[in-house]
């Protein structure tokens, strides 16, 4: 009878300890605890290290992930969901810290304020107001560089308000979109997207991409190894990149203020090529003069960017002639427009062919002298014959300093030894032109306006 009372008294005390710790994760989130406690046997072995350590250094209690509400929760604590968790702010929160070992969704119509919000196995993803206090007393190591928004998988805010010192997205993008955010850094290994939001930072870090798509940005500072704005209002202080030709302004978007301000040498410079503190960069205004230009032509925006630029007007008042032939002399002048108009070291001419009063004449003296031609034979230019596809591109390709394409495409048209083998393969790699259809690059076909410009553009573009 004893043995009885006694196994009864045995298995009472383990079903209490079995409600007593599953209480820890079936029950409502609203624990305190001044021991860890224990974690269910299926978590792996990396996320079960890092949920102990967020307790550790930020005492987060691991709570159950899945629908939680930010009125279980208690006012001031830390907490780490142990899987994926949708947070919905009921109520305004104020916690100290905030970890998951999964993506985490925050949404609702309330707000939350917490140090650290940090998803350590998955995305961040913000669809409420959100702010990040400063650190008052952070401790000497541990997750001390994400005073803000952290997601392993990238962080994604959209909609909402987000005010914090940093944010951080890890290994994947940092996108905002339809949201108001201010932090005084922002870095995303594989990019940074915004559109028709309104962003302030410090500085934004982005090492294999920055993308502004739209709504109005102010930063002081921008790395990246490809930097893209293609639509909103940029106020930009200084961009650094590797090389000039990684700073791209998709057209219409240009540097609008100062006045004539370009990139030159990884910073901003004036026309005169002196350091600009601050730029805008934005969308312009461009009507279309020509009635044979139509808005869905591929060449649209090739021919505004060419009218704009001061590349080359219409034939007429309200023609472009997309369709017409062009010259030599034209091609090397679009070129050579298209490159700032820069001054030729010498002022005599090799071609009888070329008058120094010709308004194309500048413009060949410089292409000889870049070796971007050589001219038909030693003593004629031929201006006025029309210029190729094979000799617009390799003009290009010249320009471009000689690039070694990295595979031959084989066009059945295009010989080996041909001089401008080299430059098709290299103008079909780079997006800059492609073959006229299966197989063929139509090299001695002449080439016209629409096409002409529409290289240069994508090539300068």
């Known amino acids: 009878m004893k043995n009885q009372t006694r196994s009864m008294r045995m298995i009472v005390s383990l079903i209490l300890c079995i409600l007593l710790l599953g ?42 992930g899945g629908a939680v509400q930010a009125s279980e929760l208690e006012e001031g604590g830390s907490y780490t969901f142990i899987e994926d968790a949708v947070l919905e702010l009921d109520t305004d ?11 985490l969704t925050i949404t ?14 998955g995305c961040l993803r913000v669809e409420a107001d959100v702010e990040c206090p400063v650190m008052e007393n952070p401790p000497e190591s541990g997750l001390t560089w994400c005073n803000g928004l952290s997601g392993l998988d990238g962080i ?91 700073f791209v302004l998709e057209f219409p978007m240009a540097i609008t203020e100062p006045a004539g301000a370009r990139y030159q040498g990884g910073r901003f410079v004036d026309a005169l090529g002196n350091p600009v503190d601050r730029v805008r960069i934005e969308r312009l205004s461009i009507s279309n003069p020509f009635l044979d230009v139509a808005p869905a032509a591929y060449y649209y925006n090739p021919v505004m960017w060419a009218v704009y630029s001061k590349i080359t007007n219409g034939v007429k008042e309200n023609l472009f002639g997309p369709d ?15 490159s700032g108009c820069p001054a030729p070291e010498k002022t005599d001419l090799a071609f009888a062919d070329v008058p120094n009063d010709a308004y194309y004449a500048d413009a060949v003296r410089w292409a000889v002298e870049k070796g971007i031609t050589t001219g038909t034979s030693a003593k004629a230019f031929s201006p006025d014959r029309p210029c190729t596809r094979a000799q617009i591109i390799t003009f290009i390709w010249r320009f471009a300093g000689r690039p070694a394409a990295w595979q031959m495409y084989h066009y059945s048209d295009v010989p080996e030894t041909a001089y401008y083998c080299n430059a098709a393969n290299w103008a079909e790699e780079n997006g800059i032109a492609n073959g006229t259809s299966e197989g063929h690059f139509s090299p001695l076909k002449d080439c016209t306006r629409a096409e002409i410009v529409t290289f240069l553009f994508r090539f300068f573009n």
């Open 93 to 103: 929160i104020c916690l100290k810290t905030l970890c998951c070992a999964g993506s």
């Open 23 to 64: 209480s820890v994760f079936l029950a409502a989130p609203r624990v305190s605890a001044d021991e860890m406690p224990s974690l269910p046997p299926e978590i792996p072995e990396d996320l079960r290290r890092q949920i102990e350590e967020m307790y550790q250094m930020y005492h987060c209690i691991p709570i159950p």
């Open 156 to 246: 994604v805010i959209d909609g909402g308000s987000v005010d914090c010192p940093d944010i951080w997205g890890c290994r994947e993008t940092v996108s905002i979109d339809n949201a108001n955010v201010r932090a005084d850094y922002i870095s995303a290994i594989n990019g940074y997207g915004q559109s028709d939001s309104v962003v302030e930072a410090g500085m934004i870090y982005a090492r294999e991409g920055f993308y502004m798509g739209g709504g109005q940005l102010t930063v002081g500072y921008v790395w990246s190894w490809n930097v893209v704005f293609s639509g909103g209002v940029s106020i930009v202080d200084t961009v650094e990149t590797d090389r000039d030709d990684d």
């Open 324 to 338: 017409r032939g062009c010259t030599r002399a034209q091609a090397v002048t679009f070129l050579w427009r298209a």
């Open 108 to 121: 609702g119509d309330a707000s939350l304020s917490a140090e650290i919000v940090y998803a350590f196995d």
